[in-house]
């Protein structure tokens, strides 16, 4: 059973993608995850990418983000994302599409849309064969003080590109890994309190995020 655990639509209550191919966050990762983010997710715009049943975007859109997008190839899983967002009521704030997730932001990048949240739960096996952070910084997804959290396994170590890693929190097997885009003119040695006043610092929303991607299912 997985459920919301904050918010308006704290305790309701999910539905499972069948079979071992999804594999939910668990509430105590999902609590830490949510507990860090804090007031960042209140009015941003969200991309769940590997969202398996939706729990995460659903999540954010329960604790005040303004709008998600949910990125997921496996049929069985889109189909549980729509029923649980038809569930929360949130189909007005969400958009669920059924890409392999390169492609997808690929398509959405073509869009102009940029996002202030990007969360990544990839099979642990993709990081090993491609990395969804390289696609993300190529084309420009992140948009300005946006932030990007990884879950991965503690023994995998994805190259991070442009992107500077604020905090990693381990909890049992799972890795949370925050990071940001690097600001230019900065190196690996920035100091702790930039870094800190980048990630709490103001985020220009673009208005194209504000929409619906106009992509068909």
């Known amino acids: 059973m997985i459920r919301i655990i904050g918010g308006v639509h704290k305790n309701r209550r999910l539905k499972l993608v069948p079979g071992a191919a999804v594999r939910p966050m668990q509430d105590k990762v999902k609590g830490a995850l949510f507990n860090i983010l804090g007031e960042r997710v209140c009015g941003a715009v969200v991309l769940d990418g590997f969202a398996g049943t939706g729990s995460i975007g659903l999540e954010a859109l329960s604790r005040g983000a303004a709008t998600c997008v949910f990125v ?32 997808a932001v690929i398509d959405l990048a073509g869009q102009g849309v940029r996002f202030d949240l990007i969360v990544l739960d990839p099979p642990y096996r993709l990081l090993e064969e491609r990395n969804p952070l390289k696609v ?12 990007i959290v990884l ?3 503690f023994k995998t ?19 949370l890994a925050f990071y940001a885009a690097r600001v230019a003119g900065t190196g690996d040695d920035a100091s702790a309190e930039g870094r800190t006043a980048r990630a709490k610092g103001p985020r220009k929303r673009l208005p194209a995020a504000r929409g619906s991607p106009k992509m068909g299912p």
């Open 72 to 103: 997921d190839e496996h049929a069985p899983a889109v189909k549980v994302i729509k029923a649980n967002v038809e569930k929360c009521g949130a189909g007005e704030r969400s958009v669920v599409l059924h890409r392999e997730f390169n492609r």
């Open 136 to 147: 993300i910084r190529k084309r420009g997804l992140l948009g300005p003080g946006g932030l």
């Open 151 to 153: 879950r991965r396994h």
């Open 157 to 175: 170590r994805p190259k991070t590109g442009d992107f500077e890693l604020e905090r990693q929190v381990t909890l049992g097997d799972d890795v």
